[in-house]
């Protein structure tokens, strides 16, 4: 007797790789039956709905790495999308401000970077950037002409609402709780349900890990949750800058550094920093899960980036608490803020992937098993990178079928 399969594709979540991906399959295989469990009550709940807005152009990244390449062109197509879907967004760009000798030369090695990614930039003098941002300082800046902000909520509101179109179906409050992989088919656990599918895409983004683990998939990394904390200028300082203002970012350090970004309401906020969360979907200052910070500390990795960023981490957290030390970092480019000026504004919390040897995995990072395929890391610019990451995914499960 053959057993009934009513799904082709299973996808765990409903962040915007998931949207993505979903969107993506029902476009290749319109005949497919596909359905998107997110156990949240709405999309984009999580890292998708807490994050800063920005459409990267790809200055960072390492040549050749799937990062530099799904950001450069995810950055066209999440602006296609807007353009098609009638999703606000601006192309404001974006400014590297040096603010000492040091960073200038730093300058001259992101210059160099954007040459080998196919990036556009525009090398400021001290008095270009004054003319361009009267209250920013700085010694010398770069110029990104690019980089563009948007709200993810609405990018993956409507690749949602193109993926019901087709006839995908999305059902929220469902969570995963366990997978048997078979021969035929893999069985998802939802509550008292079961779930039968011939494949299953996991976009899990915090829970990764624990999905992975699930169906008993061995790999080298553990997500650690990093906080990213962020204040709100008020309404006054609306106008207080055109572009986005980043510093520069210090190489020895994994994230980019405290920002001031023009968000697509019309406010400017400061930030994120990052430190290292307890509590993987906690956005409260003082959230705590006994099951995550023990997934934390039993962690060689976790001990491993904590000793080898330990000044950094350090000031992290002091900033983190001291709002007095988070301000003096965006006042070394934008002299004028006082500490009043710093309103509270909710968190995000990032999933990076960290391996055993205490590196950081900085490029997007999937895995696989024959009736699943799982995307592992996929940390900032992953907002900017969804429509990349969900045809690269398409093309993978296209090649098994064929
Ligand atoms: C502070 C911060 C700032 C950032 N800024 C930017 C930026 O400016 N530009 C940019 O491009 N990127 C940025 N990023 C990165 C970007 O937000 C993320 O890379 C992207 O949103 C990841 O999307 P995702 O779909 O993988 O994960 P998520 O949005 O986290 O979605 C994962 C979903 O999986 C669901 N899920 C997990 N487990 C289960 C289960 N068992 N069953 C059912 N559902 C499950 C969760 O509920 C969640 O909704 C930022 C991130 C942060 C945190």
Redesign the pocket.
């Known amino acids: 007797m053959t057993q009934e399969i009513p799904y082709d594709y299973l996808l765990?979540?409903?962040?915007?790789?998931?949207?993505s991906t979903a969107l993506q399959l029902k476009q290749r295989f319109p005949a497919a039956r596909v359905l998107l469990?997110?156990?949240?009550r709405a999309?984009?709940?999580?890292?998708?709905?807490?994050?800063?807005?920005?459409?990267?152009a790809g200055v960072y990244y390492a040549p050749g790495s799937l990062k530099a390449r799904f950001?450069r062109e995810g950055a066209q197509a999440t602006i296609d999308l807007c353009e098609r879907c009638r999703i606000p967004y601006v192309r404001c760009g974006k400014l590297l401000v040096a603010t000492d000798a040091g960073e200038w030369d730093r300058l001259d090695a992101l210059t160099e970077r954007c040459r080998e990614n196919r990036i556009e930039v525009q090398p400021q003098s001290r008095q270009q950037l004054k003319k361009r941002e009267p209250n920013i300082s700085g010694v010398a800046a770069l110029l990104v002409p690019a980089t563009g902000i948007v709200d993810?909520r609405q990018v993956t509101a409507a690749l949602l609402e193109e993926f019901t179109g087709l006839g995908g179906e999305v059902r929220f409050s469902?969570?995963?709780?366990a997978l048997y992989e078979q021969e035929q088919y893999i069985e998802a656990v939802?509550g008292g349900e079961r779930l039968r599918s011939r494949f299953l895409v996991s976009?899990?983004?915090?829970?990764a890990d624990?999905?992975l683990a699930m169906l008993g998939i061995s790999a080298d990394f553990r997500i650690v949750p990093f906080r990213?904390e962020?204040y709100q200028l008020p309404e006054h300082y609306n106008q207080i800058v055109t572009h986005l203002i980043y510093p520069v970012p210090d190489p020895t350090l994994p994230f980019l550094g405290v920002h001031l970004?023009r968000m697509i309401d019309g406010s400017v906020t400061v930030?994120?920093n990052a430190v290292v969360g307890w509590k993987r979907?906690g956005y409260g200052r003082v959230n705590f899960s006994p099951r995550d910070s023990w997934d934390n500390l039993s962690y060689p990795g976790f001990w491993k980036v904590m000793r080898s960023h330990l000044g950094s981490g350090l000031a992290e957290m002091k900033n983190s608490v001291w709002k007095r030390g988070y301000l003096e970092r965006v006042r070394k480019y934008c002299p004028q803020l006082a500490l009043n000026d710093l309103r509270p504004y909710p968190?995000?919390?990032?999933?990076q992937a960290v391996k055993r040897d205490g590196s950081l995995v900085h490029d997007f990072l999937f895995a696989e098993s024959p009736r699943s395929l799982h995307?592992c890391n996929?940390?900032?610019?992953?907002?900017?990178?969804?429509l990349p990451i969900g045809a690269y995914i398409c093309d993978k499960v296209g090649q098994r079928q064929g």
């Open positions: 765990i979540s409903d962040g915007i790789v998931g949207a469990l997110e156990k949240e999309a984009a709940y999580h890292q998708t709905g807490h994050n800063s807005g920005v459409i990267h950001c993810y469902v969570q995963v709780e939802c976009c899990a983004g915090l829970m624990r999905v990213g962020y970004t930030g994120p979907e968190a995000g919390i990032r999933a995307v996929a940390p900032s610019p992953a907002a900017t990178s969804a």
